[in-house]
């Protein structure tokens, strides 16, 4: 019963970590989609039509 809960609570700590990094992951590169959707704008500001 005890090494049950033990391992539960190891593969939630796991998965927390897991989903922490996988978060991080998802900032950073929302963060560059970001810079690269700005400049883009700033590049099509540049065409008339």
């Given amino acids: 019963m ?3 809960i033990n391992q539960n609570v190891t593969q939630a700590a ?6 922490a990094l ?3 992951q998802s900032t950073s590169a929302s963060l ?3 810079g690269l ?3 883009l704008n700033t590049l ?4 008339r039509v």
């Fill in 2 to 4: 005890v090494d049950d």
């Fill in 14 to 19: 796991q998965l927390s970590q897991s989903t």
């Fill in 22 to 24: 996988a978060a991080e």
């Fill in 32 to 34: 560059h989609l970001r």
């Fill in 37 to 39: 959707s700005e400049e």
């Fill in 44 to 47: 099509l500001k540049q065409f």
